[in-house]
């Protein structure tokens, strides 16, 4: 008896078999949570990302504007802030990809070595902050010039460069630009990732940009164009400043000046970068300038471009004036044939409207030329209804000749009536 119960409760303790539809829902119950926590996770590593530059942008103008010095309290207690924010940032990525491979799991895919090279990228690009305590370094190899003559620091704050760098966390803007307009697009998630397999449409952030461009391409434009010039010259004052301080560059209405001018590919000469990192941001902002201007020519282009309907009704219109035009000298042809032809008695009047024939059918044939060859109106049908016109003449001619003679018939008839009615 004991032997029995022993296998009773063992046969209770083992879970019944599971099967694939039964498991599909939770499944999928769990996919929907790890991409919610995802999208979390994606808004707080730009949040973060956005307060570690703004006490980096603030840090950097008090140090320009000579109100703060390096290896001060000051500048030392928004370092540290930067610091708290990028490592919070960093273990933000880190939870992300955390639920990417839950995701991926879920889904019956496995991406260990791309999800690896990703975070390990993305721990790169965000881990490069002025950290607290002013490093140095020796000044680049410079180009002097007249205005930079009287500027003689040897060294060159590392910050400068630490900042430079944080620019780059504005690939931020893509994810989240992603994951927002995904949740805004999507209303099944799953559904659209069906449909993306089938027609082989990846939903990364390159098509959500693309699908900004198609709703606003004016507004996607325009943020772009103020974008890249807000951070270039943002980047030119910062190397220019740190460079070589007290220069005209550090101001950065001028340093906007130098990268529109850059960006448009003019150049006054008023201001030009004098530091080795100010010529590399010039130098890139002119290539950003001659890649963007075309794609803002093209958007312009493409917006103004007419529909199909605007070209099917541009089509019929042009058509149909054509096809007027062919008309109105196929008119003129039959109308100077048939006066000429009625006036064949008076040889004045013969020659005149002869004359406008000759001239009608040339202008028939430069409109045919011109406006090539139609099934509606050609000469062959011209000359059949020049035919038919004759035709129709003879005819209505021996119809009158036939009157005539039967009228004469029946006057000569009553007249004979008459005389023997008299008689």
């Not at 992300?96 to 019956?108: A, L, P, T, V």
């Not at 130098?258 to 010039?282: A, E, K, Q």
């Not at 290539?287 to 493409?302: K, R």
């Not at 032809?341 to 009608?360: D, G, S």
Request: net charge positive.
């Amino acid at each position: 008896m004991e032997l029995k119960d022993r296998n009773k409760l063992r046969s209770k303790s083992i879970p019944a078999t599971v099967t694939a539809a039964s498991r599909a829902p939770v499944l999928l119950a769990l996919k929907e949570n790890a991409i919610r926590k995802r999208r979390i996770c994606v808004y707080l590593k730009c949040i973060f990302a956005a307060i570690g530059m703004i006490f980096m942008v603030l840090e950097g103008e008090l140090f320009i504007s000579k109100t703060i010095e390096k290896n001060t309290l000051q500048s030392d207690a928004l370092k540290m802030l930067i610091t708290i924010s990028t490592a919070i940032l960093i273990v933000f990525i880190i939870v992300q990809y955390g639920y990417q491979r839950k995701i991926e799991r879920f889904s019956g895919r496995s991406r260990r070595l791309r999800c690896c090279g990703g975070i390990i990228i993305e721990i790169f690009v965000c881990i490069i902050h002025p950290y607290p305590g002013s490093g140095k370094i020796p000044k680049p190899l410079q180009t002097m010039s007249k205005e930079s003559a009287d500027l003689t620091r040897d060294f060159v704050y590392l910050d400068a460069y630490l900042s430079l760098f944080m620019v780059f966390r504005f690939y931020l803007v893509g994810q989240f630009l992603s994951e927002w307009l995904a949740s805004k697009l999507y209303s099944n998630r799953t559904l659209a990732k069906h449909l993306a397999y089938l027609t082989k449409v990846r939903l990364n952030s390159s098509f959500m940009i693309k699908y900004l461009l198609y709703l606003y391409p004016f507004q996607f434009v325009i943020t772009i164009l103020c974008l890249v010039l807000v951070v270039n010259s943002f980047a030119m004052q910062t190397c220019e400043s740190y460079t070589f301080p007290g220069s005209e560059m550090s101001s950065f209405l001028n340093s906007l000046w130098l990268v529109m001018i850059t960006f448009l590919t003019i150049g006054y000469g008023d201001f030009y970068p004098v530091s080795f990192c100010g010529r590399c941001v010039s130098a890139a902002t002119g290539f950003l300038g001659i890649g963007i201007t075309g794609f803002v020519f093209s958007v312009f282009v493409h917006h103004f471009e007419m529909n199909r309907n605007e070209k099917y009704l541009l089509k019929f219109s042009k058509e149909e004036k054509r096809k007027h035009k062919r008309r109105v000298a196929a008119a003129n042809v039959i109308k100077c044939y048939y006066r000429a032809a009625r006036c064949k008695e008076e040889k004045a009047k013969y020659l005149i409207w002869k004359e406008k024939f000759w001239r009608a059918a040339s202008e028939m044939r430069r409109s045919a030329k011109k406006y090539g060859s139609s099934s509606d109106i050609d000469l062959i049908d011209i000359q059949q209804m020049i035919q038919s016109v004759e035709k129709r003449q003879n005819e209505i001619l021996s119809i009158l000749s036939e009157l005539g003679k039967s009228v004469k018939s029946d006057q000569n008839a009553n007249t004979a009536e008459v005389i023997d009615i008299a008689l």
